[in-house]
């Protein structure tokens, strides 16, 4: 739902087809999290993702009449991969920068690629980097019954 303009109505589409008790589960990355901090990351760049899942968007949800339950504790093994390439780069990127997702900068293409490399090998022989923040929630939509 990230590259659609309008989430919103594409989730009462969605919710057209289910029946009433029936749910809609779906994983969907969070903003901010670290990856929203990782510089020339292809999933931060404009159209991949169109829509930022925070808070206000989760509650946005609830504005149909649904239920909504969010969930945001990792849900696969890709995340780990994401977290220790966050943990391995110098330094987050800065939110009020204009180059938040985009920064041009030799650093900034070079460490992204080796770090991802280096996280492959690192997620392989261990868990999660000490304290990981979330990086999707599993949103849990439920059609009330009538």
Do not use: Q
Not at 8 to 19: D, F, K, N, S, T
Not at 123 to 128: D, I, Q, V
Request: glycine fraction near 6%.
């Amino acid at each position: 739902m990230e590259p659609i303009d309008d989430p919103l109505r594409y989730a009462e589409l969605l919710v057209r087809l289910i029946r009433p008790g029936g749910l809609l589960i779906l994983a969907k990355p969070r903003h901010p999290s670290p990856p929203t901090e990782i510089p020339n990351l292809r999933m931060n760049i404009l159209p991949h993702h169109l829509i930022r899942w925070n808070r206000g968007a989760f509650t946005a949800c609830t504005a149909t009449g649904l239920e909504v339950g969010v969930n945001t504790s990792p849900v696969s093994r890709r995340p780990r991969i994401i977290l220790w390439l966050h943990r391995l780069l110098p330094g987050p990127t800065d939110p009020a920068s204009p180059e938040r997702y985009v920064a041009r900068r030799w650093s900034c293409y070079a460490s992204p690629t080796g770090g991802y490399e280096l996280a492959k090998v690192i997620s392989k022989s261990k868990t999660f980097p000490p304290g990981p923040r979330p990086i999707e929630a599993l949103l849990v939509v439920c059609k009330p019954l009538p």
